[in-house]
């Protein structure tokens, strides 16, 4: 079993619908991050959680709206999005939030937005 | 914030060559530093970390110039499994320190 999982792996959506990524990780960390990587730019990070509360929130619009349930899950809803938000989603993990530390990052999530 | 910099390349060698990426940073006060190697369609996953008095991990030696704001990697001996596009990561501090991704530099390693 890898550290860390997302779901869905692949996702298309109209502009309209109301979708949720899903992250889970087995690591025992407290900190977890949703990233966004792009074509030929750099990995974009979203949003941190530490112990299940926001730390971090890099000026995201409104229409993604992350849920950290517990320290072990992440989920990023989505709606009424547009077809520049089509990209890579990246779930990733670390033992602490804001100490520098290595992260661990699950397989992606690729959004297609139509 | 400031930004992280790295050549995207692609630097195209041959298999056994020797071949060195450099990643610049803007913030003095940047801490821990790493590399992350990601394959095409795939997640990153770390390399290795980057120490003050620089680290070896077989043919992958990775060092730090603070003076000149620089974190290198130097691959030795390429083989043609290397080909990947490499990232490098500097923390910044912002109130507690935030992980930022350079652009990544992509290697082929031809036979």
């Known amino acids: 079993e890898t550290g860390v999982t997302q779901t869905p792996r692949h996702l298309v959506m109209g502009m309209t619908n109301k979708k949720s990524l899903k992250c889970e990780q087995h690591?025992?960390?407290?900190?977890m991050y949703w990233y966004k990587q792009s074509a030929k730019k750099p990995l974009e990070l979203m949003f941190v959680?530490?112990?299940?509360?926001?730390?971090e929130n890099n000026s995201v619009p409104s229409r993604f709206s992350p849920e950290c349930p517990n320290s072990s899950h992440l989920f990023l809803h989505l709606h009424t999005l547009q077809p520049e938000d089509s990209a890579l989603y990246l779930c990733?993990?670390?033992?602490?939030?804001?100490?520098?530390?290595?992260?661990?990052f699950g397989s992606g999530t690729q959004l297609s937005v139509l | 914030r400031k930004e992280v910099e790295q050549d995207p390349g692609p630097f195209n060698v041959p298999e056994g060559a020797t071949v060195a990426f450099n990643c610049t940073y803007s913030?003095?006060?940047?801490?821990?530093f790493f590399w992350y190697r990601q394959d095409c369609r795939k997640e990153p996953k770390l390399l290795m970390s980057?120490?003050?008095s620089g680290n070896e991990d077989g043919r992958f030696t990775a060092q730090l110039n603070r003076a000149s704001q620089y974190i290198s990697l130097l691959i030795r001996d390429s083989k043609l499994s290397d080909s990947a596009t490499y990232l490098c990561?500097?923390?910044?501090?912002?109130?507690?320190?935030?992980?930022?991704f350079g652009r990544g530099t992509s290697l082929i390693v031809h036979p």
């Open positions: 990733a993990s670390s033992q602490e939030a804001g100490r520098g530390e290595k992260l661990f």
């Open positions: 690591l025992g960390h407290n900190a």
């Open positions: 959680y530490s112990l299940e509360e926001r730390v």
């Open positions: 913030n003095s006060a940047s801490q821990s």
């Open positions: 980057v120490y003050s």
């Open positions: 990561v500097v923390n910044e501090p912002g109130g507690s320190y935030i992980p930022t």
